[in-house]
């Protein structure tokens, strides 16, 4: 069983992630729906301390409910990009073999220096995983 149901539960959750993390200072977010099998999640959440987040997603929809088939979420602080995640397959490198194909870009070489991302899935939403690691950083920086 898929967390959402239907498209209409995803686009709740979404246009509801205010409401749950009063971290959150804006969304441009938007689903749009691609025909009766796709749609898209695009948008930015922005955060405290110049912290935001960048969401792409492509969803699949079918009568077992909603997953995601490709995302890319990217984490900017001001105008430098501090990390990323997508789930490209890299199976030549077996340190990213626990959390395969979810992985996150990392400094200091950010495009080619990746992590293993637990907790990322196709079939659970990844937004308040993300959102926490933002707070994190708020938080962790915002008393200094």
Same mark, same amino acid.
């Given at each position: 069983m898929k967390p959402f149901q239907s498209l209409h539960e995803y686009e709740k959750f979404v246009y509801a992630l205010n409401a749950h993390f009063p971290t959150i200072r804006s969304s441009t977010l938007v689903i749009a729906s691609r025909g009766k099998y796709s749609a898209t999640l695009r948008g930015e959440l922005e955060f405290d301390l110049l912290y935001r987040l960048s969401i792409r997603e492509r969803l699949a929809l079918d009568i077992d409910g909603v997953t995601i088939e490709f995302y890319s979420y990217e984490l900017w602080h001001n105008?430098?990009?501090?990390?990323?995640?997508?789930? @490209?397959? *890299? %199976?030549?490198? %077996?340190? /990213?073999?626990?959390?395969?194909?979810?992985?996150?870009?990392?400094? #200091?070489?950010?495009? *080619?220096?990746?992590? #293993?991302? %637990?907790? /990322?899935?196709?079939? @659970?939403?990844? /937004?308040p995983l993300l959102i926490q690691e933002i707070e994190l950083l708020v938080a962790q920086y915002g008393t200094k």
């Open positions: 105008t430098n990009k501090i990390a990323w995640y997508d789930p @490209q397959p *890299h %199976p030549d490198n %077996p340190f /990213l073999a626990s959390t395969h194909p979810h992985h996150k870009h990392v400094p #200091p070489d950010i495009k *080619h220096n990746r992590i #293993p991302a %637990p907790g /990322l899935s196709f079939t @659970q939403p990844n /937004l």
